[in-house]
């Protein structure tokens, strides 16, 4: 039986893998668009600010080369991140309940609207 509550510090390492590199593709389409914010509440905006130094000091990059440079050189703060949201996995690495979309939508959708 799965375990139905793994955290991206129980996978394992190609499972760990798989977890950043979607979540790495997640964030640089919306650093792309300028929306981080829903991330940058959960108290990480230290990881992203350096992360964000990385990858706007090397736009010239190709979209892969990007999210392969940019894995390769802050995995350590993308796993911060990770942590720190600390959303349920499967064992393959796979967010076990939604997409990163779909999580993103849920907490656009939880924001109160301004007055």
Request: hydrophobic letters at 40%; a negative charge.
């Amino acid at each position: 039986m799965q375990n139905p509550d793994l955290t991206i510090t129980d996978l394992d390492e190609n499972a760990q893998n798989t977890a950043l590199t979607d979540f790495v593709h997640f964030y640089l389409r919306h650093y792309r668009t300028n929306d981080l914010e829903i991330l940058a509440s959960f108290k990480v905006d230290y990881a992203m600010n350096d992360i964000n130094m990385y990858i706007y000091s090397n736009l010239n990059f190709s979209p892969d080369q990007l999210a392969a440079g940019v894995l390769a050189n802050k995995r350590d703060l993308f796993l911060t991140i990770l942590k720190t949201v600390n959303l349920p996995y499967t064992a393959s690495g796979a967010l076990k309940d939604l997409t990163w979309d779909g999580w993103y939508a849920q907490q656009y959708a939880g924001i109160a609207e301004g007055k």
